[in-house]
């Protein structure tokens, strides 16, 4: 237990009053009353005012404390999560309250089942201290599900509301009752919030009910049956996957050491993550022990959850920031080996049509919505026309469909550097977040990499000098490959996907000359292109000093 002055004992006030309300509230839509109206609305003020207490508590404990273990301010701020949503509660009580007053006929709603609501409501309030008390995983979780139960109760609620509504002389009536259910509804809310706020605590991580109930799912499909609180669940932050991704691995035992191996958990739509089980079962076959393993899958609605092997090693992005030449040398060794290695076995030598500028238009608003205003007007500069972007975009499309790969190999579909680990001690690679692996031109994994290199926003000149060289070393390799495999349009493809490369990675950049430096860099290339033509597309040469800064 905290030993903070206070705030438990705020935290229990606040329970209890916005107890009290409830209690108050249902007694108040049984038998209206002046006396409980207005006990109800000026209790409200004390509860924001024990909120705003708990609150800069809760703030000041944290900031001040330095000696707060993480379990702690766990609970601290699973605390101030839990206060903020019992406000809410008892603002709801007083919204439901003024709603009583415009019924004609309070009686009413009796005919509706308010008074089941009501007691899931209490049932859910009461849970909450014990539950924080013990630490009690199962009763968290039962709190979490009061949400479930009311918006059964209010769907069902509902639809007799809307057949009232239709055949009621006064409409008015049966939508002043239905905004009463739905202040009701939104209390289920609150207690879902206040449910998770106990899991976070408990477990140590924030993660909403369904993702962790997906959790348990996968870790009983992949055949661990050790208790939930005994598994220790860390988030993975930084991922523009779309997927909740964590580490799960047993709690430490005292001296240390896991129990169990660590795993990665992954849990998004169904068509991304059984997306991700099929390539990585694919990857797994061809090339055992470059991808994780597949401990467990499971699906549930519209989701599904995937349980993989933690693989060892850093990320490349990692490495450049910290490392020397040596050893990056080393691993682009490495890199190289293996890609030659999955190219040669899955080429096939079949023509791939390009799709790069399509890519753009796909991201086109949300490059927009981060930088609006990076979109280039078309201008006249004494007697040249200069195109917008929009005209450079539609031209290339054009282009583009003229030209082909000769040749097709299994890429990953999002090459960055934070998408490939090396293992130092095994001295080997492995590749991470394959859900958009596929068929495709080897061309667009080369250049993801090349500008996730490029764009790393670190300036000083020893580590621009370390990227530049990595760019320049893994761009010949892949020129070299090229040459060996008789790939005559190599440049020209460089091209369209850098400009791809280029224009798409700068809604990931907020620095705004650095994005600009970017479009600017797709606005040259495109032009480029253009300006090649009528020649034959397989003399374009690929001016690369593109690809340096």
Not at 383 to 396: T, V, W
Request: aromatic residues 10%; negative net charge; contains cysteine.
């Amino acid at each position: 237990m905290i030993t903070f002055e206070g705030l438990e004992e705020n935290l229990k006030f606040i329970i209890l009053e916005v107890e009290n309300q409830v209690i108050s509230l249902s007694r108040f839509i049984k038998h209206p009353s002046r006396n409980l109206y207005e006990r109800i609305i000026t209790k409200d003020d004390y509860i924001d005012n024990l909120k705003i207490i708990i609150e800069n508590k809760c703030f000041s404990k944290i900031h001040s404390d330095k000696a707060l273990r993480k379990k702690e301010i766990n609970r601290i701020r699973s605390i101030q999560i839990i206060c903020v949503n019992f406000e809410r509660i008892a603002d709801f009580c007083v919204n439901i309250t003024r709603q009583m007053g415009y019924l004609s006929d309070v009686n009413l709603i009796r005919n509706y089942g308010y008074e089941e609501m009501i007691d899931a409501i209490k049932e859910g309030i009461a849970k909450v201290l014990p539950v924080l008390k013990a630490a009690d995983l199962t009763g968290a979780l039962a709190i979490c599900k009061s949400e479930l139960a009311l918006d059964q109760m209010y769907k069902k609620n509902f639809d007799q509301l809307m057949f009232d509504v239709r055949k009621a002389y006064d409409p008015r009536e049966p939508i002043t009752i239905l905004f009463i259910f739905r202040y009701l509804e939104r209390i289920g809310d609150a207690l879902l919030n206040i449910g998770e706020a106990l899991i976070f605590y408990i477990i140590g991580e924030k993660i909403k009910i369904e993702q962790f109930q997906a959790l348990q799912s996968t870790l009983d499909v992949a055949g661990i049956r050790e208790p939930i609180h005994e598994i220790d669940f860390q988030s993975i932050w930084g991922t523009r996957s779309g997927c909740r991704i964590g580490r799960v691995e047993k709690k430490q035992r005292d001296d240390g050491v896991p129990d169990v191996q660590s795993s990665i958990f992954k849990e998004g739509t169904i068509k991304k993550i059984s997306r991700e089980k099929s390539n990585l079962e694919r990857w797994q076959k061809t090339f055992s022990g470059l991808v994780a393993d597949i401990y467990g899958y499971n699906e549930d609605g519209d989701n599904a959850s995937l349980l993989v092997e933690y693989l060892p090693g850093c990320t490349l992005d990692e490495i450049i920031l910290t490392s020397d030449t040596d050893p990056i040398d080393n691993i682009l060794f490495v890199l190289k080996q293996t890609l030659s290695e999955v190219w040669c076995s899955t080429l096939e030598k079949k023509p791939v049509a390009m799709n790069y500028i399509q890519q753009i238009f796909d991201r086109w608003e949300d490059i927009l919505r981060v930088h609006p205003d990076s979109h280039r007007a078309s201008s006249v500069m004494g007697k040249k026309k200069i195109s917008s972007s929009a005209e450079l975009l539609k031209k290339c499309h054009q282009l583009e469909r003229n030209i082909s790969a000769p040749f097709s190999v299994l890429i990953h579909g999002d090459f960055n550097v934070s998408n490939v680990l090396y293992d130092h001690i095994q001295q080997r690679i492995h590749f991470i977040d394959l859900n958009r692996s596929r068929e495709f031109d080897y061309i667009q994994d080369v250049s993801v990499f090349l500008i996730s290199n490029f764009r790393i926003p670190v300036f000083e000149p020893v580590v621009r000098e370390r990227l530049n060289h990595i760019i320049e070393d893994f761009f010949y390799y892949t020129r070299a490959f090229a040459d060996d495999h008789k790939d005559n349009t190599f440049d020209i493809r460089m091209a369209f996907a850098l400009v791809r490369s280029f224009y798409t990675s700068t809604r990931f950049e907020l620095n705004f000359e650095f994005a600009m430096e970017m479009f600017l860099r797709a606005h040259f290339l495109m032009e480029k292109i253009l300006d090649h033509r009528p020649k034959s597309m397989k003399s374009f040469k690929l001016p690369t000093e593109i690809l340096f800064m």
